[in-house]
């Protein structure tokens, strides 16, 4: 069960944040949403916050982007895409080899987890972040540049890791 | 040589459709929604396949334990054009058939059954 009081005071959570959560929390509940459809659901709303980033005029300049390497200009990217939706506390992009970069978030530091936020009571995973980040970050780029390549997010420990391919 | 488990799950899945005349298509899934192995046309989205299959399974699960109907056996959903059938595999997987309307129910079933058994052995 989670602290709710705990989890909003520490994560730093906004009442999106809260909304977001609780409620894909209990469609999860209900079984209606599972890691596959949370997959679908999130390219489809990657779409949306990139028209929505258009709308706005906040689309980022790709060659101001800082980033010698493609996995660099990724990272820099994801921090964009973070800072506009301020999914997550503490994250990193590492190098995994052979053109793979994997993602860790610290779990604990997680704003829209529907189960460590929303308190789903659900067997496997509900994240939406890797195949948000995959759609997104392809779309503001205009080409293919990220394929996620983990169904969704592993957990070891408090860290969750989703690991892409960085496509050339 | 031994035969992945991919190779083996395929087998079974092509077994199945050739033992039921009008199985057009067939997908085992992770409760999680995830296709672990399929048998699908081309114009069929897996992904789509796997998270709705895996929904309609957990719901109908579900609505069985609030309604008092016991332990979900099959789901199947009947169409002008033909049948979903969804069973599980165990506590971790499902099966997913897509069947013309011209099939024998009594045939479905009974070759469904030990489909999901030698399934069973491998997940």
């Known amino acids: 069960m989670v602290d709710l009081k705990k989890v909003v005071i520490e994560r730093g959570l906004n009442p999106y944040h809260s909304f ?7 469609l999860g509940e209900l079984g209606m949403l599972n890691q596959g459809s949370i997959n679908i659901v999130a390219k489809r709303a990657a779409e949306y916050l990139y028209a929505y980033l ?19 200009l990724i990272k820099n990217l ?23 970069v994997v993602l860790l978030i610290e779990g604990t530091t997680c704003r829209i987890c529907p189960k460590g936020v929303g308190g789903a009571a659900v067997k496997g995973t509900l994240c939406p972040i890797p195949s948000l980040l995959e759609s997104l970050i392809n779309l503001i780029a205009q ?8 169904t969704g997010i592993e957990k070891e420990g408090s860290t969750c890791k ?3 391919k960085v496509l050339s | ?54 929904a309609i399974l957990s719901i109908s699960s579900r609505s069985g334990d609030e309604l008092d109907r016991g332990e979900m056996t099959r789901v199947l959903i009947e169409g ?18 897509l069947v013309e309307k011209e099939v024998r129910l009594g045939m479905l079933f009974y070759e469904c059954k030990n489909c999901i058994e030698k399934l069973s052995e491998i997940l």
């Open chain 1, 20 to 26: 977001f959560a609780s409620f894909f929390a209990g």
């Open chain 1, 54 to 72: 258009d709308a706005k005029e906040i689309l980022p300049d790709l060659n101001a982007v800082p980033g010698e390497t493609k996995a660099e």
């Open chain 1, 78 to 100: 994801i921090l964009y895409v973070n800072k506009i939706l301020s999914m997550v506390g503490e994250y990193d992009l590492q190098d995994a080899g052979d053109d793979k």
């Open chain 1, 143 to 150: 080409k293919d540049m990220l394929e996620l390549i983990t």
């Open chain 1, 162 to 164: 989703a690991y892409f």
């Open chain 2, 1 to 54: 040589m031994v035969p992945t488990i991919s190779a083996q799950l395929d087998a079974i899945l092509n077994d199945f459709e050739r033992s039921v005349p009008h199985v057009q298509a067939t997908a085992v899934v992770s409760t999680d929604g995830l296709v672990i192995a399929s048998r699908l046309p081309k114009d069929v989205e897996e992904d789509r396949i796997g998270a709705m299959g895996a």
């Open chain 2, 80 to 97: 002008t054009n033909g049948y979903i059938l969804i069973r599980s595999i165990g506590e971790f997987a499902i099966l997913v058939a």
